[in-house]
């Protein structure tokens, strides 16, 4: 199982840890740094500052979001990328869910998620493997574009700047269990959101036809500390925000997963909490055993133990949101 470091987006303004961070996890030996994206920081401008401080670590996004760019734009972004880091560049992407994509986007959340997903990494594979000009009459994404408000003069094109590599690896955060099983079957990889490795048989079903070398990569929290109550706070902060207001309280994808987990009375009262403007509350009635089964927190004994079901299950690669040196130390060197 490799580790990779996650650094998420940025809050109020850039975080000057990062780039330490990504420098020591490279020195660690950790094999991939990770950066993302909300309706703030972008995915793809941090990770380009990283590249240029680093030489070796792999370069992801986890995760770039869909309704941000066409797929052909995003395509440039990782092609572009991908040459001035050497071929490093793993393009994670995400659909994010209504209200993202119509609040901030100014879009319409696509009626098949299914089927938009599919559309994009299509168009983002042609442009990689630039075998022929970019051509799909598709529901969501055509190119050239045949819309009745276009000019009708449109028409395709292959990119100018030749891809380093036509199969640069392309994975997909994925939630429910049919965009988790056509994930496996379009992308390198999946990016999950929360992982529990006692509870694998949420996904078994879903995974049941894993291609070899598919990369199964999702986060989780990391902190070396000797109070694990207080270790979790930030786990289950994370939480409130997700389950509570990343979503419609009738459409919030999150808080459906953390239902097919097997807490589906609490997220119904996490979001009832947060919606209703009482968002501490919300955060400390995210169950400690559902923060606790999803990261790795307390002393290096405890993690140590702990790691060991993450290595025993079907992840590939363990992408810590670790705050500090030495926890990341300590997880190289336990995963040794």
Known sequence: MRLGLALGYWGRGPDPAHLDLATEAENLGYDSVWTAEAWGSDAFTPLTWIAAHTSRIRLGTAIAQMAARSPTATAMHALTLDHLSGGRMMLGLGLSGPQVVEGWYGRPFPSSPLTAT??????????MRREAPVALDGRFHQHPYLGE????????LKPITHPLRADLPLLLGAEGPKNIAQTTRIADGWLPLYWSPTRTDVYQASLADVPKGFMIAPMARAKVCDDLAEGLLPVKAMLGFYIGGMGHAARNFHADLMARMGYEEEARRIQELFLAGRREEAVLA????????ISLIGPRERIAERLELWRGGPVTDLL????DPHTLRVLADLNA
């Open 149 to 156: 408000d276009g000019t009708g003069i449109g028409k395709p």
């Open 286 to 293: 995210v169950p400690d055993a559902f923060a606790d089964e």
């Open 118 to 127: 599919r559309e994009y990494v299509d168009v983002v594979r042609q442009v």
């Open 320 to 323: 810590l949101t670790a705050p």
